[in-house]
Structures are given as structure tokens and as C-alpha cells.
């Protein structure tokens, strides 16, 4: 009589385990990304699976919303995270955040992720809302949240042995190797060392050797490749235009004088000082002759 309940109950506990392991990966994964720390998060996970276990009851529909309440009630994944622009989640606050992974990684609806959180819906939908609006104001579209949705459940999916601290890289955000920057920081101080070198140090091969007397030659006079003949130096000559023309080159000679002349020619001329014009008389007019009375007695006259 007693090998049945036993037995129940040993097929009860297989069960419970079976959905354990099916829901496991999820919650390290969102317990990863609510904490920032993969150590934190699998010490949180482990708790929680032994607190569902004791409050477990034989109805399995109750297990889901009583396994992530569990997770989401750990003390770790309550934790502030530091803001990484590579990781787009850590931008988000704590109660955004985890309404976001409850979405995401467990793929829990409204109803049973409020019910995780220990929220009502409208406050779980909210806290959904804030989360959306946050990412947008950072750049992340809706294309963006889909990848960033299936990159989160494909790393629940497989299993982890060691899992690490998750860091999410946006499409547009490129992280250089690890080695990259300490290659060029060694490049640029040898750059810069053998800069500094080389105000005080030259190579022999670089160095200006002396000329000594012996290493000059004379050189040999060398007769001109072409002998310009007489007329073409006439012709090359600044003054061939006056000698082709021998009446311009006399007009050039007297120009000055021709200038001069040009010039008095509009002058007026100012009058000779030997006039031939007659001076008036200083005769009084009483003083002449009559000559009303030379006429009258001309005309008496025999």
C-alpha cells in the first residue's frame, strides 16, 4: 500500500526535473543579461530551482509561472548593471529590463510574465512599453529588436558547460580584436622612438662624406653645337625694325623737334614791340590849321 504513494511521488519528482532541464538554459541566459555576470546568474538559477522544488506542488500548469517567480525573486538579478552601448539590454532599468527577457528568453505572455514579477498586467505592459521606448531612443529599430529577440532565444537554445558574461553587439558597433590595440601602440612608440633617435644618431650610409681636391675634374672647353650666322643675329636684334625702315628711324631721331613745333603752333603769338601804327598827336585841336577856312578862302580865290 504504501509503494504507490512512493512511487507517485518518484514519478512526480521525475517530472518536475524533466521540465527543470527544459527551462534551465532559458533562465541562465536571462539571468545573464538581468545581472551582467554569468558567476551571479548560474548561483541565482540554482537557488531558484531549489526553492521551485519545495514549493512544487502534483499541478503541473502551475509550474511555469512558479519556476520564474522563483528565478525573478533572486536578489542578484535585482542588481544595478553597468550601461554598455555594445550590450543594448544593460541600457534598460531593472524592472524594464526583466519585462524585456521575460519576452524574449522565456517567451512568456503578459499575463504569465506579470504573474512572474509578482505585477499586474497593465503594470507589466507598461514596464514592456518603457523598455521598447528606451531601445528606440538609443538607436535600436525594430529590426534591430527582432535580432536581438532571436539572438537571445538561439542562446537558450543550446546548452552552455561554461557560460561567460554575454555582451550583445549592435550590427552597426564592430569590437576590434583584442590584439589590434596593443600592435599599434607598440607600432606608434617605435615610430616615435626612432624619431627621437635620429636627432642624435646617423648611419654611416647616411652621412655626407668630404670632397677632397682630387675628385674635381677639369673640364674640357667644348666648341658651341651651332654658329649662328650674321644675318640671323640682325634679324634676332632689338633694332631691325629702325634699320627695314630708314625714314622712321630719321622721324624717331627728330621727334623731339617736331614736338616743340607742334607745340608753338598752337600758341597764340604776343604782338611786336616796332608797331607801324601811328601816335596820336599832342596838338591841341585849336592849335591847327583851319581847315573850314582854308576851304572858304579856297573857294573866294580869283
Known amino acids: ?25 532559458h533562465a541562465v541566459v536571462l539571468a545573464q543579461y538581468q545581472c551582467g555576470s554569468a558567476s551571479r ?9 531549489a526553492q521551485f522544488h519545495q514549493r512544487a506542488t502534483d499541478a503541473a500548469d502551475t509550474w511555469p509561472a512558479l519556476y520564474w517567480r522563483c528565478v525573478m525573486a533572486q536578489p542578484a538579478l535585482r542588481t544595478r548593471v553597468g550601461r554598455d552601448k555594445r550590450n543594448p539590454v544593460s541600457l534598460l532599468d531593472a524592472g524594464p529590463r526583466a519585462a524585456l527577457l521575460l519576452r524574449f528568453v522565456a517567451r512568456l505572455e503578459p499575463e504569465q510574465g506579470a504573474s512572474a514579477l509578482e505585477v499586474s498586467p497593465e503594470a507589466y505592459r507598461h514596464a514592456l512599453f518603457r523598455a521598447t521606448q528606451t531601445l528606440a531612443d538609443n538607436g535600436i529599430d525594430e529590426s534591430w529588436m527582432r535580432a536581438l529577440r532571436d539572438r537571445l532565444q538561439a542562446e537558450a537554445r543550446p546548452p552552455h558547460d561554461d557560460p561567460q558574461d554575454i555582451v550583445v553587439v549592435a550590427p552597426s558597433t564592430r569590437t576590434p580584436p583584442a590584439w589590434l590595440r596593443p600592435t599599434l601602440m607598440g607600432a606608434l612608440a617605435l615610430l616615435v622612438g626612432l624619431g627621437i633617435v635620429s636627432f642624435f644618431w646617423v648611419p654611416s650610409f647616411l652621412r655626407p662624406k668630404p670632397l677632397a681636391l682630387g675628385q674635381f675634374e677639369t673640364l674640357a672647353e667644348q666648341k658651341p653645337a651651332e654658329v649662328m650666322p650674321a644675318i640671323t643675329n640682325l634679324l634676332a636684334g632689338g633694332d631691325f625694325a ?50 573850314d577856312a582854308d576851304s572858304s578862302g579856297a573857294d573866294h580865290a580869283p
Open 41 to 49: 546568474a548560474r548561483a541565482a538559477v540554482l537557488l531558484a530551482k
Open 1 to 25: 500500500m504504501n509503494a504507490v504513494p512512493a512511487f507517485a511521488t518518484s514519478c512526480e519528482d521525475l517530472d518536475r526535473d524533466a521540465f527543470v532541464r527544459g527551462v534551465e538554459q
Open 242 to 291: 629702325l634699320l627695314a625702315d630708314p625714314q622712321g628711324a630719321a622721324l624717331a631721331r627728330d621727334l623731339d623737334l617736331y614736338s616743340w613745333y607742334a607745340a608753338s603752333a598752337d600758341t597764340p603769338a604776343a604782338p611786336a614791340s616796332g608797331s607801324n601804327t601811328l601816335p596820336e598827336t599832342t596838338m591841341p585841336e585849336t592849335a591847327g590849321p583851319d581847315v
